[in-house]
Protein backbone atom coordinates (compact mmCIF):
# COMPACT_ATOMS: atom_id res chain seq x y z
CA UNK A 1 0.00 0.00 0.00
CA UNK A 2 1.24 3.30 -1.08
CA UNK A 3 0.19 6.56 -0.21
CA UNK A 4 1.61 9.60 -2.28
CA UNK A 5 0.71 13.18 -0.76
CA UNK A 6 1.44 16.31 -3.04
CA UNK A 7 0.33 19.93 -3.47
CA UNK A 8 2.64 21.85 -0.81
CA UNK A 9 4.38 24.91 -1.49
CA UNK A 10 5.19 28.37 -0.19
CA UNK A 11 2.41 30.52 0.10
CA UNK A 12 1.31 34.05 1.76
CA UNK A 13 -1.13 34.41 4.58
CA UNK A 14 -4.83 34.51 3.68
CA UNK A 15 -3.75 32.20 0.42
CA UNK A 16 -5.79 29.05 -0.32
CA UNK A 17 -4.04 25.26 -1.07
CA UNK A 18 -5.11 22.02 -2.12
CA UNK A 19 -3.39 19.13 -1.06
CA UNK A 20 -3.86 15.36 -2.52
CA UNK A 21 -3.22 12.05 -1.64
CA UNK A 22 -3.19 9.42 -3.69
CA UNK A 23 -3.51 5.77 -2.47
CA UNK A 24 -2.66 2.65 -3.75
CA UNK A 25 -2.46 -1.10 -3.53
CA UNK A 26 -5.32 -3.97 -3.05
CA UNK A 27 -5.71 -3.26 0.29
CA UNK A 28 -6.54 -0.08 0.51
CA UNK A 29 -8.91 0.48 -1.95
CA UNK A 30 -10.47 -2.91 -1.05
CA UNK A 31 -11.44 -2.26 2.42
CA UNK A 32 -13.44 0.64 3.98
CA UNK A 33 -10.31 2.87 5.29
CA UNK A 34 -10.86 6.23 7.30
CA UNK A 35 -8.59 8.78 5.59
CA UNK A 36 -6.55 11.60 7.81
CA UNK A 37 -4.18 14.16 7.41
CA UNK A 38 -2.05 14.87 10.17
CA UNK A 39 1.51 17.64 10.63
CA UNK A 40 4.19 18.00 12.48
CA UNK A 41 6.04 21.37 12.84
CA UNK A 42 9.65 22.38 12.90
CA UNK A 43 10.40 21.09 16.92
CA UNK A 44 6.73 19.74 17.48
CA UNK A 45 5.14 16.48 17.39
CA UNK A 46 2.69 15.00 15.16
CA UNK A 47 -0.91 16.75 15.52
CA UNK A 48 -4.07 15.54 14.18
CA UNK A 49 -6.29 17.87 11.33
CA UNK A 50 -8.44 16.21 9.71
CA UNK A 51 -10.37 12.81 8.74
CA UNK A 52 -12.65 11.46 6.90
CA UNK A 53 -14.99 8.20 7.11
CA UNK A 54 -14.69 6.08 4.09
CA UNK A 55 -18.00 7.10 2.23
CA UNK A 56 -17.04 10.52 3.31
CA UNK A 57 -20.38 11.10 5.08
CA UNK A 58 -18.57 11.92 8.30
CA UNK A 59 -15.81 14.48 8.43
CA UNK A 60 -13.57 15.42 11.69
CA UNK A 61 -11.28 18.82 12.32
CA UNK A 62 -8.80 20.09 14.81
CA UNK A 63 -10.65 23.02 16.23
CA UNK A 64 -7.27 25.23 14.90
CA UNK A 65 -8.34 24.53 11.12
CA UNK A 66 -12.36 24.21 11.60
CA UNK A 67 -14.12 26.35 9.06
CA UNK A 68 -10.55 27.22 7.10
CA UNK A 69 -9.60 23.28 6.25
CA UNK A 70 -11.97 21.34 4.00
CA UNK A 71 -11.26 17.53 4.02
CA UNK A 72 -12.93 15.11 1.22
CA UNK A 73 -12.27 12.03 -0.50
CA UNK A 74 -13.18 10.50 -4.13
CA UNK A 75 -13.22 6.42 -3.83
CA UNK A 76 -13.10 6.39 -7.73
CA UNK A 77 -10.03 7.84 -7.82
CA UNK A 78 -8.60 6.80 -4.58
CA UNK A 79 -7.84 10.38 -3.82
CA UNK A 80 -8.17 12.62 -0.32
CA UNK A 81 -7.38 16.12 -0.86
CA UNK A 82 -7.63 18.73 2.04
CA UNK A 83 -8.78 22.25 0.50
CA UNK A 84 -7.17 24.87 3.16
CA UNK A 85 -8.54 28.42 2.68
CA UNK A 86 -7.68 31.24 4.79
CA UNK A 87 -3.71 30.01 5.76
CA UNK A 88 -1.92 31.56 8.94
CA UNK A 89 1.91 31.65 9.69
CA UNK A 90 1.29 28.89 12.14
CA UNK A 91 -0.30 26.23 9.42
CA UNK A 92 3.23 26.10 8.55
CA UNK A 93 4.03 22.04 8.77
CA UNK A 94 5.19 18.88 6.81
CA UNK A 95 1.70 17.25 5.62
CA UNK A 96 1.28 13.58 6.01
CA UNK A 97 -1.72 11.58 4.70
CA UNK A 98 -3.03 8.11 6.74
CA UNK A 99 -5.31 5.14 6.40
CA UNK A 100 -7.04 3.75 9.35
CA UNK A 101 -9.25 1.31 9.54
CA UNK A 102 -11.90 2.18 11.79
CA UNK A 103 -13.35 5.78 12.20
CA UNK A 104 -13.22 5.49 15.71
CA UNK A 105 -9.62 5.70 15.97
CA UNK A 106 -9.01 9.10 13.28
CA UNK A 107 -7.68 11.36 16.45
CA UNK A 108 -4.89 8.85 17.05
CA UNK A 109 -2.03 8.95 15.15
CA UNK A 110 -0.66 5.26 16.60
CA UNK A 111 -3.76 3.87 15.00
CA UNK A 112 -3.01 4.43 11.68
CA UNK A 113 -1.94 1.59 9.49
CA UNK A 114 -0.67 3.35 6.61
CA UNK A 115 1.43 6.88 5.98
CA UNK A 116 2.35 8.94 3.47
CA UNK A 117 5.80 10.57 2.55
CA UNK A 118 4.36 13.86 3.61
CA UNK A 119 4.05 17.42 1.49
CA UNK A 120 5.56 20.87 2.92
CA UNK A 121 3.75 23.82 3.28
CA UNK A 122 4.66 27.18 4.54
CA UNK A 123 3.04 30.54 5.06
CA UNK A 124 4.53 33.42 5.36
CA UNK A 125 3.32 36.00 7.17
Known amino acids: VQLQASGGGLVQAGDSLRLSCAASGRTITTYAYAMGWFRQAPGKEREFVAA????????YYADSVKGRFTISRDNAKNTLYLQMNSLKPEDTAVYFC?????????????????WGQGTLVTVSS
Open 52 to 59: ISWGGGST
Open 98 to 114: AAVLSSTYVYDASRYDY
